[in-house]
């Protein structure tokens, strides 16, 4: 069962996520492009810091110094299994969520002797589409779950695409680019009772830490996290699998990480994942407020913009909204001259002169550009008000 909770905010007057302007103002820059990456807590920093320098043991050496870090090492894997209801489950540290999901889906194919049927969302993140792609090499069929305006998959679309030969089904909990949340327990639990042996995995990278959500109990098989969209390192990320789920290894070479990723593990990366997987990424309320305050400021420019996301089915710190009329592009530029930082999508494709796949799929006018606005814990009141005021300016200069 997917809740909202509030987290704890960290102290708003502390330095995180507060980047000096790149722009020749002088001024303080605000960053609201948290969904490509947020700051790196200082607190976290310096605990990681002291576990370098401190715990710098192999966790697999059996003296004193190794079972040091193979401590530390444990409790940050326990921190995040918390956080995703995985305590019988299995967390296995990665080099990032991109990794995590290779791990998932690659291994999934490998682990069938027959050709089989992938199911995939058509708002997953590349991470997912291009290692599905990779098994339609093996001679698995990749097949596209549309979505609705909102970006929301139909269940009955769903259901009619399952086949006796899916094994895998992958649904993104909260879109990257325009935040739309998926009902994960709902699609997981519909997929079962059809398919009881298909596996379903989630990328939950953009909401966890946001959105709670018991993994083992919604019925999903195997997740993946990152660390860096939390205020943690980037560098880290880890695969959750369920009581029961086993996958065959991509490589070999050292058997750690339950034999699923071989080489020596990064433990000061590890324990900044677990701190930040306890703090959480910020109060979810807020981050409504905030969006409901930028998005009136785009508005009274703009009066035909919109959120392209209902608020009932979005990620509360991600809001995406569109720009009728102005292209994507010329507004972050004008904004980051000014100091304020947004995305036009995706940072993990925005360098590419490419129309967005998910923009695509939700029927968006191609010729109305779009901003996507995020917010993490470091962000107060006074920086969204500075933020209002900028967009404001600017896009009445543009129009």
Known sequence: MLTTTAKPEADPSSSAGRPRSAS????????????????????IAAAMNAVASQHFGNPSSRHALGLAAERQLRQARAQIARRLGLVDGTVVFTSGATEALAIAILGSGRARRQP???????VEHAAVRENALLLARDGHEVEEIPVDADGRIQQRELLARLRPETFLVCVMHANNEVGVVQPIGRVARAVKRERPRCRILVDMVQSFGVLDTDVAASGVDMVAVSAHKLHGPKGVGALGLAPGVSLPPLWAGGGQEHGLRAGTENVAGAVGFGLAAEAGKGDPERFIAFGERLLAAVREVLPDARALVDPRHRAPHILAVTLPGLRSEVVVNALSERGLWVSSGSACHSRRSLRSRVLTAMGVDERDGVIRLSFGRSLDDDRVDRAAELLRAVLAELS
Do not use: K, M, Q
């Open 24 to 43: 020749t103002h002088g001024a303080e820059g605000i960053y609201l492009d948290h969904a490509a990456t947020a700051p790196l807590d200082p607190s």
């Open 116 to 122: 089989g049927h992938v199911l995939v969302s058509a």
